[in-house]
T-cell receptor, first 114, second 113 residues
């Protein structure tokens, strides 16, 4: 069985602060994929990143960066110099199994204050 | 490129009534998913189609929920009869194949009174 844990239910930061969202996963599969999605107040889930289990290289995209550590089963997401527009619920998700079912964490509500 | 389309965006029904949701995936996407998202929770997969065949429907309450994907393109999700606990946002997503990232539609917010 797959499981994704996002222990931080809510985080509040002031604009321009850096913030890290934690994600810990469990799976018995040797090949799997990890994702981050953003859900702004409008409700539509927006794809941010996909990472496969064989690629532990960290990734940076503008103000966003991701740290994948297989040894600790973690896939953390950092926003540098946060902005008010970053306020949203962020979901970590795991895809594994023969049909690659996507299992979501419970989400972290990020609020960036001006 | 057009995204995933869903309709209606909102629906209010009374318990024991029936309701249907429609989804049109991104053109060329073979895999289609229906999720249920209850307020404050992450989306939960209800059913996954690969073309017009069902890959996984293990979490679909089959006594009241049904879904079909005609000709491997559009899909409908039906609830009959609805219960209060079915109040949620129903999300449709599609992907090129099940190994790729999923793209989500805007969702249908269902309220059962």
């Amino acid at each position: 069985a797959q499981k994704v844990t996002q222990a931080q239910t809510e985080i509040s930061v002031v604009e321009k602060e850096d913030v890290t969202l934690d994600c810990v996963y469990e799976t018995r599969d040797t090949t799997y994929y990890l994702f981050w999605y953003k859900q702004p107040p409008s409700g539509e889930l927006v794809f941010l990143i996909r990472r496969n289990s064989f690629d532990e290289q960290n990734e940076i995209s503008g103000r966003y960066s991701w740290n994948f550590q297989k040894s600790t089963s973690s896939f953390n997401f950092t926003i540098t110099a946060s902005q008010v527009v970053d306020s949203a619920v962020y979901f970590c998700a795991l895809s594994g199994g023969s049909a690659r079912q996507l299992t979501f964490g419970s989400g972290t509500q990020l609020t960036v204050l001006p | 490129e057009a995204g995933v389309a869903q309709s209606p965006r909102y629906k209010i029904i009374e318990k024991r009534q029936s309701v249907a949701f429609w989804c049109n995936p991104i053109s060329g996407h073979a895999t289609l998913y229906w999720y249920q998202q209850i307020l404050g929770q992450g989306p939960k997969l209800l059913i996954q189609f690969q073309n017009n065949g069902v890959v996984d429907d293990s979490q679909l309450p089959k006594d009241r929920f049904s879904a079909e994907r005609l000709k491997g393109v559009d899909s409908t999700l039906k609830i009959q009869p609805a219960k209060l606990e079915d109040s949620a946002v129903y999300l449709c997503a599609s992907s090129l194949d099940y190994t790729y990232e999923q793209y989500f539609g805007p969702g249908t917010r269902l309220t059962v009174t």
